[in-house]
């Protein structure tokens, strides 16, 4: 019998693949307390006070402070700054910084921190240079552009940040040493140094041992079972794709 592959071991929850969560600041969402009604027919002051560095995310948080005593930690835009005053609700206006819902907010306007639902807190465009797009208003919801390039149908009462989250071009500065690279996989909880399966015996990976008859496809279906399921899972179009004929 061989040993358990990393899938397994992983799904078993023990401290090796647990990521060190009791070290994060706090969850980064808006102020949840407000109801969507209230937000969407003023605009309520607030103030940052302070950046931090959330362990595991690659975008800095701010800490803001609302006239009504609330307080939240978001997802910092870029260009805003400590003591900047901002403001949430439908009556803010456009600039950078400001929480404003999606529909009152004008087409071609970048955006972050994106709530899918009203009063999720925020879901999309969250990470380090990320950013959406509003693309227009209709009757049914407010099309947005996701980071991906796909478009989304939002409700207007979604709440979302303007500008671009801060810390683009964070992934482009090299690590340098496997250290660095080790301790921000131990914040994400991501085992590392990861070992390639074909690196491995064949009674330890499906992908195991050296000889090349023994290659098998690397693609796997969705419902196969946790020892299985390693390599391009439920992959719609392996292989080259066709070229399409113009005419």
């Not at 605009?43 to 800490?63: Q, S, Y």
């Not at 803010?92 to 071609?108: D, H, L, M, Q, T």
């Not at 482009?172 to 491995?200: D, I, N, Q, S, V």
Request: aromatic share 6%.
């Amino acid at each position: 019998m061989g040993k358990r592959i990393r899938v397994q071991r992983r799904g078993r929850g023990g401290p090796t693949y647990r990521a060190s969560t009791h070290k994060r600041v706090a969850p980064a969402q808006y102020p949840l307390t407000i109801t969507t009604k209230e937000y969407f027919k003023t605009a309520i002051k607030g103030v940052i006070e302070e950046f931090v560095h959330d362990p595991g995310r690659g975008a800095p948080l701010a800490l803001i402070r609302f006239e009504n005593g609330e307080t939240c930690y978001t997802v910092v835009p870029e260009g805003v700054y400590v003591g900047q005053q901002i403001q949430m609700g439908g009556k803010a206006s456009v600039e950078v910084g400001n929480i404003i819902p999606i529909g009152k907010i004008p087409g071609g306007t970048m955006i972050c921190s994106v709530e899918l639902r009203p009063g999720d807190g925020g879901k999309i465009a969250k990470s380090s240079g990320a950013y959406a797009t509003v693309v227009a208003h209709t009757a049914q919801g407010t099309i947005i552009k996701l980071p991906s390039g796909k478009t989304k149908y939002v409700n207007d009462y979604c709440r979302a940040t303007i500008g671009v989250a801060s810390g683009s071009g964070r992934t482009e500065k090299p690590f340098l040493k496997a250290g660095a690279k080790f301790h921000k996989m131990k914040a994400k909880g991501h085992k590392y140094p990861r070992t390639r399966g074909r690196a491995m015996v064949a009674a330890v990976h499906p992908y195991g041992s050296s000889k090349k008859s023994a290659r098998k496809g690397t693609t796997v279906s969705r419902h196969a079972p946790p020892g299985q399921k390693v390599g391009l899972i439920a992959a719609k179009g392996a292989g080259r794709k066709k070229k399409k004929s113009t005419r």
